[in-house]
Nanobody, 125 residues
Framework: QVQLVESGGGLVQAGGSLRLSCAASGRTFSSYAMGWFRQAPGKERGFVASLSRNGAITYYADSVKGRFTISRDNAKNTVYLQMNSLKPEDTAVYYC??????????????????WGQGTQVTVSL
C-alpha cells in the first residue's frame, strides 16, 4: 500500500513557475514508477508526465514538453513536478500516481495503482 500526498499548488500569474511535490509513504517508493496527471473543470483527467523507478526515463505530454520537468528523490520518497512558463490552460487539479507494473509508458491512468488527493493549480492572465 502506498499513500500519496501532493502539495505546492496555488495561484500564479501566466509566465510564472510552481513546483509540485508528492510525498509517498512506505519503504518501497523506489519500486514504483510515478506519474503526474491533471484534470480541468469539465474535462477528463489527462497525462502530464511520467518517470521510471530510477528516474532515468521520462515522458511528457506535448502540451507541457519543454516547460515542465518531472523528477524524484528516492531518499525522500518524493516526486516533483517543476512547472515553468505557466499558461492559463495549465489550470487544473494535479494528481500524482504510482504504478508497480514494469511495462508500459505510464501515459494511461489505468496503468496506475495509487493516487493522491490532488492539488489545485490556477494560472491567471
Amino acid at each position: 500500500q502506498v499513500q500519496l500526498v501532493e502539495s505546492g499548488g496555488g495561484l500564479v500569474q501566466a509566465g510564472g513557475s510552481l513546483r509540485l511535490s508528492c510525498a509517498a509513504s512506505g519503504r518501497t517508493f523506489s519500486s514504483y514508477a510515478m506519474g503526474w496527471f491533471r484534470q480541468a473543470p469539465g474535462k477528463e483527467r489527462g497525462f502530464v508526465a511520467s518517470l521510471s523507478r530510477n528516474g532515468a526515463i521520462t515522458y511528457y505530454a506535448d502540451s507541457v514538453k519543454g516547460r515542465f520537468t518531472i523528477s524524484r528523490d528516492n531518499a525522500k520518497n518524493t516526486v516533483y513536478l517543476q512547472m515553468n512558463s505557466l499558461k492559463p490552460e495549465d489550470t487544473a487539479v494535479y494528481y500524482c500516481a504510482a504504478r508497480g507494473r514494469l511495462y508500459g509508458l505510464g501515459q494511461d491512468l489505468t496503468e496506475y495503482d495509487y493516487w493522491g488527493q490532488g492539488t489545485q493549480v490556477t494560472v491567471s492572465l
